[in-house]
């Protein structure tokens, strides 16, 4: 705004004809009368048998194996990122062997579907009866019957854990390559190790990169625990199985699980939205002309 | 305590088929301000990376004060030192970079606790209190809490320099410094280092500040394509440089 302007006074306000949008116009009465076919059919079709759905939704048996899906999932995210990082750290190691050992690990796991892996954790007594603590090719000390040791509630957490480690693995490891070469040199200028540096400097700064696809994974592992059923485990899906093959009610059973997953995701992406907004917040980035202005 | 606080005998450091390093030779004396110049390319920065072995040398023989850097010697033969051995070398060697690297995850404070802590396993009280004395030395010691992003370029060059300086290192190696900076803040930062230099710290300092290299600088080494080229007096070699290479770098510098 300059002065000059000032003695004329301010013009008139523009009042255009705005442009017409009749595609919007048509797109709104298209999904409109799909919303009222929706709701017509949720209303009115007897099949969605609510009275059934809402009886269910909270019995003892669903509850449980909400809960069981709540804590396989928290069990493989947690154990997940704790492997992958120790795996990011092998592939990025200046130790070949290790180097090489977390590629085959990554190559294996994720060149093959977590759904057939679940199978196999859940038939790993046929490929090993027993479990032995030893030596190597050695004495065995104790064996136990792998049936009795590797419960199915062991097998799912395992089988999650295993598989989402290798995808942690390269989200951690793109983590910490976004971290700057130059705080590696600076730190080891001081005479940290590598592994002080990785623990003090370039992890906590890695975080702002790892964060928001482990919140994705997380969303994911929640609807990847019905995958388990493969085991079986007892989670929401095999729930809603489990009470449909008793009652014939299954479009009903399904949608109630589909209501539990939908509940817990929503509460996960709330949770994922807020700490994004910790990790991403100004206090790193430069506020330099703010800081100047202000003095 | 050596004679020569550094000594570079014929040190060559090659990456891949490009040497950068072609035989350097030099001697730092306790106490002693080294100017290091020349074009870029010369090897100038990878030769000051050497010294605290953020570069591994190819062949000839790189001592701080007395002891190989990142070898030892047994007999006549050479064994690499483990991780460890390395950085407690380092620990010794302050090292200031071009684009300051501070740690954007801590506040100033933080910055220069974190290496006499961690590594040093000093008492944090003792260490805060140092750094504040250190911070204050710098002419900041308002910004303490500040994060590196809420500081100016010259400011984040002064913090870097305090917590080079907090490890209290007997030699100080500054990468051009103040080349990343915009004009009015180099200032600032020479202010620092020059105080440095009468405080006594032995310093080799890469640089294209002529005014600074004449008037604290005790020897100036000029660098040209992997070699050292000429070196002397800086003010000596500055007015009356005897190498063509070094006449046509200053003509276009000075």
Same mark, same amino acid.
């Given at each position: ?7 004329r ?13 009749p595609g919007?116009w048509?797109?709104?009465a298209?999904?409109?009368v799909l919303?009222?076919m ?11 048998n609510?009275?059934? %759905?809402?009886?269910?939704l ?20 947690v154990g ?9 750290? =092998? ?5 070949p062997?290790l180097?090489a050992?977390?590629w ?7 060149g093959?579907?977590?759904?057939? %892996?679940?199978?196999?954790w ?11 603590l ?7 000390f104790?064996?136990?019957?792998? %049936? ?12 999650l ?5 290798a ?19 600076a ?16 992890l ?14 997380t969303?994911? !592992? ?8 493969a ?11 489990n009470i449909?093959? &008793?009652t014939y ?6 949608? =109630?699980?589909v209501?539990w ?14 700490l994004?907004?910790?990790?991403? &917040? ?6 330099v002309?703010?800081?100047q202005?202000?003095? | 305590?050596?004679?020569f ?7 060559h ?6 040497e ?7 001697q730092?004396?306790?106490?002693e ?12 920065s ?19 004060d007395?002891?190989?850097v990142?070898?030892r ?7 690499e ?5 390395v950085a407690? %070398?380092?620990?010794?060697i ?5 684009r ?15 290496a006499?802590?961690q590594?040093?396993?000093e008492s ?5 209190q ?5 911070l204050?030395?710098?002419g900041?010691? +308002? ?6 992003g809420q500081?100016?370029?010259?400011q ?7 917590r080079?300086l907090?490890?209290?290192p007997?030699?100080?190696l500054? +990468? ?6 915009d ?9 620092v ?5 009468? +405080?006594? !710290? ?17 020897s100036?080494?000029f =660098?040209d394509?992997g070699i050292?080229?000429?070196s ?7 007015a009356d440089?005897?190498h +063509?290479r070094t ?8």
């Amino acid at each position: 705004m300059t002065t000059s302007t000032q003695p004329r006074g301010r013009p008139e306000a523009i009042r255009a004809v705005p442009v017409r949008h009749p595609g919007r116009w048509l797109a709104a009465a298209v999904i409109a009368v799909l919303v009222a076919m929706a709701v017509n059919t949720l209303v009115y079709n007897p099949r969605f048998n609510w009275p059934e %759905q809402f009886q269910y939704l909270f019995a003892p048996p669903v509850l449980t194996a909400v809960v069981n899906t709540i804590w396989l999932t928290a069990a493989a995210m947690v154990g997940g990122t704790v492997f992958g990082v120790v795996l990011a750290l =092998m592939r990025m190691s200046p130790n070949p062997i290790l180097r090489a050992a977390s590629w085959f690990y990554l190559w294996v796991f994720r060149g093959t579907p977590l759904y057939t %892996q679940l199978l196999i954790w859940g038939a790993i007594g046929a490929l090993f009866p027993t479990v032995s603590l030893g030596i190597p090719f050695g004495p065995e000390f104790v064996t136990w019957q792998t %049936q009795a040791l590797i419960s199915a509630a062991i097998a799912a957490s395992v089988g999650l854990i295993l598989n989402e480690a290798a995808y942690m693995a390269e989200i951690v490891r793109a983590g910490i390559l976004s971290v700057d070469r130059g705080q590696h040199e600076a730190s080891g200028a001081l005479g940290m190790t590598r592994m002080q540096t990785m623990r003090r400097i370039v992890l906590p700064q890695a975080m702002r990169v790892i964060i928001p696809p482990t919140g994705n994974e997380t969303i994911a !592992m929640l609807k990847n625990t019905s995958l388990v059923a493969a085991i079986p485990f007892y989670e929401l899906t095999f729930a809603a199985q489990n009470i449909y093959a &008793r009652t014939y009610q299954v479009i009903p059973m399904l949608i =109630m699980a589909v209501l539990w997953y939908l509940a817990l995701s929503s509460i996960l992406m709330i949770g994922q939205y807020y700490l994004e907004r910790h990790y991403g &917040r100004s206090e790193r980035t430069p506020t330099v002309a703010r800081d100047q202005a202000g003095e | 305590m050596s004679d020569f606080m550094v000594k570079a005998e014929q040190v060559h450091k090659s990456f891949g088929r490009l040497e950068v390093l072609k035989g350097i030779d030099l001697q730092v004396s306790p106490s002693e301000v080294m100017c290091v110049v020349g074009p870029s390319g010369s090897g100038k920065s990878t030769f000051l990376r050497c010294i605290n072995h953020l570069e591994k040398i190819d062949a000839g023989r790189l001592y701080v004060d007395g002891e190989l850097v990142g070898y030892r010697q047994r007999g006549d033969k050479l064994h690499e030192l483990h991780e460890k051995e390395v950085a407690a %070398q380092r620990r010794e060697i302050g090292m200031v970079f071009q684009r300051f690297n501070l740690f954007p995850h801590m506040t100033a404070v933080e910055n220069i606790m974190e290496a006499p802590v961690q590594v040093r396993r000093e008492s944090k009280a003792e260490v805060r209190q140092r750094a504040g004395e250190l911070l204050d030395r710098v002419g900041l010691a +308002d910004k303490a809490t500040a994060y590196p992003g809420q500081l100016s370029g010259g400011q984040q060059q002064r913090v870097a320099i305090a917590r080079a300086l907090a490890m209290r290192p007997k030699l100080m190696l500054f +990468d051009e410094p103040t080349s990343a900076l915009d004009p009015e803040l180099v200032g600032e930062v020479l202010e620092v280092m020059k105080q440095l230099a009468r +405080d006594g !710290m032995t310093m080799i300092v890469v640089t294209h500040e002529m005014g600074f290299a004449r008037e604290v600088g005790d020897s100036l080494v000029f =660098m040209d394509d992997g070699i050292v080229v000429e070196s002397g007096n800086p003010r000596e070699v500055l007015a009356d440089p005897k190498h +063509d290479r070094t006449k046509a770098f200053l003509s276009k510098v000075l």
